[in-house]
T-cell receptor, first 115, second 115 residues
Framework: ETGVTQSPTHLIKTRGQQVTLRCSSQSGHNTVSWYQQALGQGPQFIFQYYREEENGRGNFPPRFSGLQFPNYSSELNVNALELDDSALYLC??????????????FGEGSWLTVV | GNSVTQMEGPVTLSEEAFLTINCTYTATGYPSLFWYVQYPGEGLQLLLKATKADDKGSNKGFEATYRKETTSFHLEKGSVQVSDSAVYFCALSLPTGGGADGLTFGKGTHLIIQP
């Protein structure tokens, strides 16, 4: 139990639609990051938010966007869904984005299927 | 760019066997290194980490040593149990940008322990 909770756990969307995934970080953690894990692959970094500002981004197009709220919870939004967006989306939280050795805690993920 | 290479799976062992899962990395700078484990249907859990050369991370009988000269972080356990069956991911994080480049993961190694 990491204290990171995500919703929904599973959802199915149609190509071209938009989706919002939600994450509550562990209590006291001010940094949230999102990862995409395709079936049989390792997670890939989408972006990170620190104190409500995006402060790092992986190789994902602008249709992947996010928000972090004052209580440090977060949303991942994906517009114009494509079939290849089908994956497990993982949210992770940590105490501070400054420092590569900080322990990052993951939620159980949201399974997105695009048909 | 940064990358992590793990041995391909699945790796099938008998209970009480010795386990080694190889992990090598390529990085610009001096990364922190991690092993995460993913049990079926669950999110990622941090297994162990090491933040500088020659550090040894250990947890639940697993250990890994940060070898800068060979750019490796191999995971070992002296006697595996059926409950160790899971997917294991090696990952790195760089201090550049305050860790805001996220974790870079390997593709994962599926470990199957037979009674």
């Amino acid at each position: 139990e990491t204290g990171v909770t995500q919703s929904p756990t599973h959802l199915i969307k149609t190509r071209g639609q938009q989706v919002t995934l939600r994450c509550s970080s562990q209590s006291g953690h001010n940094t949230v990051s999102w990862y995409q894990q395709a079936l049989g692959q390792g997670p890939q970094f989408i972006f990170q938010y620190y104190r409500e500002e995006e402060n790092g981004r992986g190789n994902f197009p602008p249709r992947f966007s996010g928000l972090q709220f004052p209580n440090y919870s977060s949303e991942l939004n994906v517009n114009a869904l494509e079939l290849d967006d089908s994956a497990l989306y993982l949210c992770a939280s940590s105490l501070d984005s400054r420092g590569s050795g900080n322990t990052i805690y993951f939620g159980e993920g949201s399974w997105l299927t695009v048909v | 760019g940064n990358s992590v290479t793990q041995m391909e799976g699945p790796v099938t062992l008998s209970e009480e066997a010795f386990l080694t899962i190889n992990c090598t990395y390529t990085a610009t700078g001096y990364p922190s290194l991690f092993w995460y484990v993913q049990y079926p249907g669950e999110g990622l859990q941090l297994l162990l980490k090491a933040t500088k050369a020659d550090d040894k991370g250990s947890n639940k009988g697993f250990e890994a040593t940060y070898r800068k000269e060979t750019t490796s972080f191999h995971l070992e356990k002296g006697s595996v149990q059926v409950s160790d069956s899971a997917v294991y991911f090696c990952a790195l994080s760089l201090p550049t940008g305050g860790g805001a480049d996220g974790l870079t993961f390997g593709k994962g190694t599926h470990l199957i322990i037979q009674p």
